[in-house]
């Protein structure tokens, strides 16, 4: 009985470093290491200067701050002839970002509306077809869309890159939106019919503001992926001018000639990121849930 | 879900029969649906038929209708510059699946332990994934770099016999390349992985104590079996993304040293573009197609196929 009375009861208490956490946190700040490092690792390149990497410890922060690197980057890194540094390419990514962006995010919503509120007779079949379109290599449609881009005499212009990322954007943007809207309740849709609203006014009035979340989710996805593509712009930009900030950093970096500076190249490297990085850390959440949207697909 | 749709559509069915102009009935929703049909129809239903048809043509600088059958498949298959590029996809596609999978699924179980500072850990697995692929390659080609880069510094550690230099050694380039595609792709999959952890029952944990299962072996006997879905949806994802592989090698090792880290996608695109071969480029992307319809056809019979009952 007294035995009973001064054992132990309830739920074992937790150990704060039982021999499990210990694996379990010691795993995590290991592997937590692996993916921080190459962060680091560029920061602390781009703020030295080229004597103090020959040294040779990557991992060292610098002794000496140097901005310099960043400067020349930005402004005078040259890719062939050009010398006016990465701010060419970043100003391309903005100009092929910003229309692809909101195109591709207006025809997706309404053709997610209209997948999931007006449906018609083979709607679902071409919708269909889309997903499939989303899992075919991108490399078996590059040339026959330079055909159609040559017709319409937009190949090797921005405008013309912009037509295809809203054609490769589509599938997942619409499928983003069909999902979101179908769990909006059919009575809304019913009411505002019965009210006489037509298909536009019900989109405007009552799917779009009810909708904010998901239109956000679809602008991160857009927003990272067009600005981190490479074979689009690679391909259907024909004059070095015109390249889009990924490509102008590759070639940037791996060109062949001069001596490699590998500061100025981990400036320009981290440059190209800054802009998914920050929509990255700004996005939180809602990051996570766009790629979540994104892959669980069906 | 399929049921619902075939209702809704015989509603339609039965709503068209009475009225008779069919065609102008929900017109506005026909006309939004224009760019969906275009890119479907012709992008990319017309595109993929396109590439297949003039694969058997002897296309070189520009298309043409002049047809040689299997000709350009035959080359295809006897040129070393292609059967090393799908070795290559063969070696770094095995331990990306495994690799992404591995690490996917022991992360997210690590942190689906009630860990102190979960959002943080997470942050920090995910973040590469919003870099681009030559972000990625050129941070690794630079922290691999062999005379200062990762060997140097644990050389001058002490150990001095170190070796670890893929970018320069033919034999384990495709390693260099795999440890930058990991860091790139696992945050994804973990984040997948760690949804599907989250919506299992947390009575499953309970029973699985009572009965005096350990953690490990409730993990690999009962919750992973459980997660099937899960693991089906990051295979597909894994494998369409292995066949893509394209940018990585092109800022990490451009292919190189030599030749010995081509990959397919890299071999359509210097065909196409540099080699001006385009039926070479055509039948090779081609093949690209026909190795994502084997991942895909299984997938998508499993998928779609099984779930007919609803």
Known sequence: ?298 | MAIADTGSTDRQLAAGARRPNRLFKNLNSKIAAIPMIFVAMVVFLGGTCWTIFYSFTKSGLLPNTNFVGLDQYERLWSSRKWMVSIENLGIYGFFSLIGTLVIGFTLAALLDRKIRGEGAFRTIFLYPFALSFIVTGLVWQWILNPELGLQNVVREWGWTSFTFDPLNNPDIVMFGLLIAGLWQGTGLIMCIMLAGLRGIDEDIWKAARVDGIGTVKTYVRIIIPMMRPVFVTSLVLIGSGIVKLYDLVVAQTSGGPGISSEVPAKYVMTAMFGGQNLGQGFAASTMMLLMVGIILIPWAYLEFGGKKRG
């Open chain 1, 1 to 298: 009985m007294t035995d009973a009375m001064s054992g132990p009861r309830g739920a074992k208490p937790k150990k704060a470093l039982s021999r499990n956490n210990i694996i379990v946190y010691g795993t995590l700040f290991v592997v937590a290491i692996y993916y921080a490092l190459p962060l680091y690792v560029m920061i602390v390149t781009s703020l030295k200067g080229m004597p103090e990497i020959r040294m040779g410890n990557i991992f060292a922060p610098p002794m000496e701050v140097t901005f310099q690197p960043w400067v020349k980057a930005w402004a005078e890194a040259c890719t062939g002839i050009n010398c006016d540094g990465l701010s060419r390419g970043f100003w391309n990514s903005v100009r092929i970002l910003i229309p692809s962006v909101v195109i591709s995010i207006s025809v997706a919503s309404v053709t997610g509306y209209v997948l999931s509120m007006w449906k018609f007779k083979g709607s679902e079949v071409f919708f269909s077809m889309l997903m499939i379109g989303a899992f075919i290599p991108y490399q078996v449609m590059l040339y026959p869309i330079v055909i159609l881009l040559r017709e319409a005499g937009l190949y090797g212009s921005l405008s013309g890159l912009v037509l295809v990322h809203l054609a490769f954007g589509m599938p997942i943007n619409t499928l983003l939106f069909r999902n979101y809207f179908a769990s909006i309740p059919e009575e809304l849709f019913k009411a505002a019919r019965v009210d006489g609203a037509g298909f536009w006014a019900i989109f405007v009035k009552i799917v779009m503001p009810m909708s904010l979340p998901i239109f956000v989710v679809s602008m991160i996805i857009q927003v990272t992926g067009i600005w981190n593509d490479f074979l689009f712009g690679v391909t259907y930009i024909s004059s070095p001018d015109r390249y889009p900030m990924t490509v102008q950093l590759n070639n940037i970096v791996n060109s062949v000639q001069g001596v490699k500076e590998y500061n100025v190249n981990m400036a320009a490297t981290l440059l190209t990121g800054l802009v998914p990085l920050v929509i990255y850390f700004a996005s939180g959440k809602l990051f996570v849930r766009g790629i979540a949207a994104g892959a669980v697909k069906g």
